[in-house]
Every structure is written in C-alpha cells, then in structure tokens.
C-alpha cells in the first residue's frame, strides 16, 4: 500500500504551526532569564546535524568505498537522539521566554526555521515507522528538510552571537 503522503505533512506543518502560534501569542514573563549555554547547545545540535547529513549520505551510498551497515544506521539513529536531545532545552527557553518574533528579519527567520525544524522532524519520524519500501524519496526529503531548518535556526542564532 502506498504511503499517504499528506498524514506525515499534515503532522509536520500542525506541529509547526502549532509553536508559532502558541510563540506569538504567548505573553513571556517580564524578566527574561538568560541562558548562556544555549549557543553551545545549538552550536552541539548543529555540528551533529552535520554528522547525520554525512551518515545518511554513506548509509545511501554516496561515499564509495564507505561501508554501510548497521554499526552506521546505530551512528545515525544516535547522533539524531543527541542532536534532538540538545535543541529541546534551547527551543524551550527561546519559545516560552521569547517567543515567536517578526520585527527583525533575522529574527523573523529565525523563528520561522525553529518552528520548521520540529515540524519537519516529527514528519521524518513519522515517514520512517513506514515499511522501508514504502518510504521512497520522502526520507531524504523530511532529513533535509531538518537540516536546513537547524542550519538556518543556527546561522540567525549562534553564528549570529559568536559574530556579534
């Protein structure tokens, strides 16, 4: 049976409307506690989005010569967990004490790819408790789809403190 296509994107774009919605309306306290941890954490999630790209690519068989197998698809599945695992703290602190915000355009890009990374990575799990013939060119797509949203939270967010 083929997948329907729209269950996993319908997820996905609820989620992230969900957080811009609940960002821009929530009302944040008004002391703003600092995190100064948070570009490390970010900065953590984002070099192990770069190892996910780099993992899928050898497990697709992009790197001749690279073997692939399941002590790599273990590599994969982990640094996704840890990846995850770091953005929480950061997105929880941004999006109850922030919020979602447009006055800036960074920062407006910024909320807009936080919002997407969380709804891209909720379809990517949902296409992939598909069977595996039944994924096709979906995973690929919902992985980069997470890994441009990380990238881009991080540009506008810790490259822009580190540059700052």
Not at 5 to 15: E, K
Request: aromatic share 12%; net charge positive.
């Amino acid at each position: 049976m083929r997948m329907r296509w729209w269950l996993p994107l319908a997820a996905g774009t609820g989620v992230a409307v969900a957080l811009g919605v609940y960002g821009r309306l929530h009302q944040p306290p008004d002391v703003v506690v600092d995190f100064p941890f948070k570009v490390w954490l970010a900065t953590g999630a984002a070099l192990l989005a770069v190892l996910q790209v780099i993992s899928a690519l050898a497990l697709y068989g992009r790197f001749p010569g690279v073997p692939s197998g399941p002590p790599l698809a273990v590599v994969h599945r982990w640094t996704g967990r840890l990846a995850m695992l770091l953005s929480l703290p950061v997105a929880i602190h941004c999006l109850y004490l922030l919020g979602f915000r447009s006055g800036d355009p960074r920062v407006l890009v910024h909320s807009l790819c936080g919002c997407l990374f969380y709804g891209a990575f909720v379809a990517k799990m949902l296409v992939l408790g598909r069977p595996e013939n039944d994924r096709g060119w979906a995973v690929p797509i919902a992985g980069g789809t997470v890994f441009t949203a990380i990238t881009g939270a991080w540009l506008t967010s810790a490259l822009w403190f580190f540059t700052r």
